[in-house]
């Protein structure tokens, strides 16, 4: 039934959405993580999304297909005090471009906003349509 | 009778499904609008609603049945065909989604599928005061 997919595609995008806040999250929190579990610096991590069949054809939801590290070179910073720091008295900070990020976050604020929309409208119509004849 | 009081309704039934149809179509286009490469799509109301009604929907595809006992296999297509928008601000990333257009319309056919249920429901009161008849006043 259409309106019931309507659900499970709404869901999906809500659901491809977080995990893009989170993506955002974890690359705010760790923009000046100068070490990661590998020794070295913490990479910017990106979401790919991908449209995906739900029931049918035409509902079409979103899923998340991979989550990439960003190839940008790290941001190298002068800074001879620090035990991190090169020959030449640089240190590689993560590659996170925080203006970026806020705008990513922003816009994924939005999408899951308006998909939270979606679902709403799609109860109220649902909740109509079994009041029918009513 | 019971197929008058069928044929009554049957107009806005085929109303009710493609609206529920195409409401279903544009929250998919919602739900991926940050998706690359995604197409944003919708429905011609109005042809398909004509078609419906000329019984030949897109779900007429299904397989010839040559045996009262065999299933009468049914196409995954929906029952109208779906289109493609044309673009207005194309993106780079290939996705044709326009956010204002997508939320406008979406809530455009909320209205117009409530329009539908009103009008359903006020069928069947009509129909309840023909058969109850006014045997009170």
New interface residues.
């Given amino acids: ?3 019931f ?2 659900f499970h ?2 869901g ?2 809500l659901t491809a ?1 977080s995990v ?1 806040l989170n993506a955002v999250a974890s690359n705010m929190a760790n923009a000046d993580s100068i070490t990661s579990a590998d020794g070295t610096p913490y990479r910017a991590k990106q979401v ?4 995906t069949p739900m029931g ?7 899923r998340v297909k991979q989550v990439v590290e960003s190839a940008a070179p790290p941001r190298m910073v002068y800074d001879p005090k620090n035990p991190a720091a090169n020959a030449e008295g640089y240190v590689s900070m993560p590659n996170v471009d925080v203006v970026e990020e806020m705008v990513n976050m922003i ?2 604020s939005r ?1 899951y906003q ?2 939270a929309d ?1 679902m709403n ?2 109860r ?2 649902l909740m ?2 079994l009041a ?3 | 009778m019971v197929s008058k009081l069928d044929q009554t309704i049957n107009f806005n039934r085929q109303a009710l499904g493609l609206r529920a149809y195409r409401q279903q179509v544009l929250a998919a286009n919602i739900a991926n609008s940050d998706t690359p490469n995604f197409k944003a799509r919708d429905i011609d109301f109005n042809s398909a609603l004509q078609n419906a009604l000329a019984g030949k929907g897109q779900s007429d595809l299904g397989m010839s049945t040559t045996s009262p006992r065999h299933i009468s296999g049914t196409s995954s297509a929906g029952p109208a065909s779906l289109m493609y928008r044309t673009v207005n601000q194309p993106s780079a990333d290939g996705n044709t989604v326009d956010m204002d257009i997508e939320r406008a319309k979406f809530a455009e056919n909320a209205v117009q599928y409530e329009a539908s249920l009103q009008f359903i429901g006020g069928q069947f009161k009509t129909m309840l005061s023909a058969i109850q008849g006014q045997s009170g006043q």
């Fill in positions: 039934m259409s309106i997919n309507m595609v709404a999906s995008a959405q893009r790919v999304f991908e449209a049918n054809e035409s509902a079409q939801g979103v816009s994924a999408s308006s998909n979606v409208t799609a109220t119509l109509r349509t029918m004849g009513q």
